[in-house]
């Protein structure tokens, strides 16, 4: 029998018997009845094991878990086919009053872990802060963190002033714990008020994922919205990482406007972070108008850059219409920034296409280059005719 099925059928036991204490019309159960209650779980999302339960009457106005389920009584665990067990039903069987005493019964396996989920969640939603009180009052350690994150998302979904005036009155470790979960729910439905609870956390790196996390956001739904507060951002160094996140997220909808941005604050302030954001910017606008977008790589100043960016584009483009590419490329004028999409594009076919890859590299005008291309298909195994370099 599955380990965590006994030992939560186990659990299920007291809950139901004992720990809960559930009003009895009636003092005693069918006699002859073995009783094998149902799995419970805790904090977390657990697989659910697997359990069989027998009917047992607790009360006449609230039946058991296995009497909702339609169970065959007198059934002892394994004597049935395996079902798994429904957490929130069996969080719901527990009286509000009951629920602080539960949850300090429970332990740390995967089990419990399902089972403190749920009373938690279904406490938070109708008493959020006498769930609130308990979770603040854990001691230190790993129980403690993820009691007030679980009390703070639901609260938040029904009233973010009040859960934050509660973090508010935290202590610094479990004050951040909470604002980084307000600001996480907050995010999507309201950014601005993500973020400034977001620039409420003290410890740096959960400060910045959190502000960064609410811009991703906002730049998703409104882009030059968050651009405009982006460009406030005093910061260097967390404005390089906004600038990153919130150009991508608005690559994904106008590569076209996230490209002008970007050469704009290659010009206000240039650095190196920018070139991956740079490349990013040029994969998502080849798959949508690659044309455009290789026009916008060719104005690239830094010969570097731009060989970076050229490459990882045409490897989209010879992916997405290979032969489109193909046409593109000798529709161009000789020029360094051709040899750049020649090379990147023939690199990209040749493991499929050695021939045309071959002839490709003959084109390249840079004999370095040519000679690299030459050696890198010609290393793919490439059949002997192409071997020549003639």
Not at 101 to 112: F, K, N, T, V
Not at 220 to 227: F, K, V, W
Not at 276 to 302: K, S
């Amino acid at each position: 029998m599955n380990r965590v099925a006994i030992a939560a059928a186990g659990l299920a036991a007291v809950i139901v018997v004992g720990v809960f204490a559930l009003r009895r019309s009636a003092e005693e159960v069918i006699d002859g009845d073995s009783r094998a209650p149902a799995d419970t779980s805790g904090l977390g999302v657990a697989e659910q094991a697997p359990r069989t339960l027998p009917a047992v009457v607790v009360s006449d106005k609230e039946p058991t878990l296995a009497a909702e389920a339609g169970e065959t009584r007198g059934r002892t665990l394994g004597e049935t086919d395996e079902e798994p067990v429904d957490f929130e039903r069996l969080a719901a069987t527990v009286p509000l009053e009951q629920i602080s005493s539960a949850l300090a019964r429970l332990s740390d396996d995967e089990a419990d872990q399902n089972l403190r989920a749920e009373l938690l969640r279904r406490w938070a939603s109708l008493h959020p802060a006498d769930a609130a009180q308990w979770a603040a009052a854990l001691p230190e350690g790993n129980l403690r963190p993820n009691a007030l994150a679980a009390v703070a998302a639901e609260w938040a979904s029904q009233d973010l002033p009040a859960a934050r005036q509660w973090a508010q009155n935290l202590e610094a470790t479990g004050r951040d714990t909470v604002m980084i979960t307000l600001a996480t729910e907050a995010a999507s439905a309201n950014p601005l008020g993500a973020l400034d609870l977001a620039l409420q956390i003290q410890e740096s790196p959960a400060r910045a994922n959190a502000v960064a996390f609410a811009v991703a956001q906002w730049a998703a739904n409104d882009p030059q919205a968050a651009l405009e507060w982006t460009v406030q951002v005093a910061d260097a160094k967390m404005r390089q990482h906004l600038d990153r996140l919130v150009t991508s997220a608005i690559a994904e909808s106008d590569p076209a406007a996230a490209a002008n941005y970007l050469a704009s604050r290659s010009r206000e302030a240039p650095d190196s972070s920018q070139a991956h954001t740079a490349v990013e910017v040029a994969q998502r606008w080849t798959q949508q108008t690659p044309e455009a977008a290789t026009g916008w790589l060719e104005t690239f100043t830094d010969r570097g850059l731009r060989a970076f960016a050229v490459d990882a584009a045409m490897r989209v483009w010879a992916e997405t219409d290979s032969g489109a590419a193909h046409q593109w490329l000798a529709r161009q004028p000789a020029s360094e920034f051709r040899d750049e999409a020649t090379f990147a594009y023939a690199a990209a076919i040749a493991p499929a296409d050695g021939v045309t890859a071959f002839d490709l590299a003959r084109m390249i005008q840079d004999p370095a280059r040519r000679q690299q291309l030459i050696a890198q298909i010609v290393s793919l195994d490439t059949p002997p005719t192409l071997r020549s370099t003639d």
